[in-house]
């Protein structure tokens, strides 16, 4: 029908309504009604269905449309679609990790987590609300793109009323009680990530991903030389502490201009934005001490970086 490559273009070209566009391009039906029990199946034939739980959330419906889509790439028998990631079926967890790679295509992944790591849960959380899907759906994307984004390893662990109820990592391997021990260790280390020495002289670096039902832990291995570098979110925090000395109604003006630059500057570089910043706001908006604490090495430097996450 399509090769997997030429599925993953379209979806790529298409980001962020990559499934949507690839079942146009198919010519199949998706049709969003009530389902009980069930998120989605496949009917194939000269006029291919794909009927998706309209009772579940967005982001939901977006992961089952995508999974229906890859058994059709693959050339594979759907099952019934159910929890993501959690078959101990072949096909389906080939179809899972197709899907997650239309929805979140290689070009946006590396684009938002190549230069990142350690990742933690916000810049899960900003790469999920770009890509309309949810941040365990991007941490699962991270697990299957281990190598590839420069991770020792990794995996998701699933806990729930504290005890763990299941686990996502084709290959790292720890106990139960090693898996509460992170647990534990990321709760007290909020909002900072976690960073727990390994036997291997590697450090594990774990996070909370906020989620329904479960709460959802991050786990990476990493050298100690990348463990120990600051998260975007934590190099941000130590900046705004210099800057804004907790001045809490300073920093919301000046993030309220930097999300109005967002608006204005859009397809323009990192410098263009941040003198659009400087040029429409830093008199004007701010004067004496503020204008001076936003011109200080730590004021250009929190700047910069907040504007990252938007301009290259």
């Known amino acids: 029908m399509i090769t997997r490559e030429a599925a993953l273009k379209i979806s790529s070209d298409n980001f962020p309504v990559g499934p949507e566009a690839l079942a146009r391009y198919l010519s199949v039906t998706v049709i969003e009604s009530p389902l009980n029990g069930v998120e989605g199946w496949c009917i194939r034939g000269p006029n291919t269905v794909i009927r998706v739980n309209s009772n579940s959330v967005k982001n939901r419906r977006r992961f089952t449309l995508a999974h229906e889509l890859a058994h059709l790439v693959l050339g594979t028998d759907p099952d019934i679609a159910s929890e993501p990631f ?4 072949l096909e389906e967890r080939e179809a899972d990790r197709l899907a997650s790679e239309l929805l979140i295509p290689d070009a946006q992944l590396y684009k938002a987590l190549g230069n990142t790591l350690p990742v933690d849960a916000k810049t899960l959380s900003r790469l999920a609300g770009s890509a309309n899907v949810s941040p365990v ?6 697990v299957n793109s281990t190598d590839a984004l420069g991770l020792k390893n990794s995996a998701i662990v699933f806990f729930k009323n504290g005890q763990e109820a299941w686990r996502y990592s084709p290959t790292l391997r720890f106990s139960a009680s090693e898996a509460k021990s992170l647990l534990d260790a990321t709760v007290a280390s909020k909002p900072d990530v976690a960073r ?8 594990v670096v774990s996070s909370m991903i906020n989620a329904p039902v479960y709460q959802v832990l991050l786990i990476q291995l990493l050298p100690e030389a990348l463990a120990s570098q600051e998260t975007y979110d934590e190099r941000l925090r130590n900046l705004s502490s210099k800057v804004f000395g907790g001045n809490k109604s300073f920093q919301q003006r000046v993030n309220g201009c930097l999300n109005a630059v967002k608006n204005k500057c859009e397809g323009q570089s990192l410098e263009q934005a941040y ?4 040029d429409r706001y830093i008199n004007k908006k701010f004067k004496d001490a503020e204008a001076e604490a936003l011109c ?17």
């Open 296 to 312: 200080s090495p730590s004021g250009q430097q929190y700047l910069r970086l907040f504007l990252q996450r938007w301009f290259n």
């Open 137 to 142: 759906m991007v941490a699962c994307r991270v």
């Open 86 to 89: 959690k078959s101990d079926k």
């Open 275 to 278: 003198n659009c910043f400087l």
């Open 196 to 203: 727990t020495s390994n036997p291997d002289g590697n450090i």
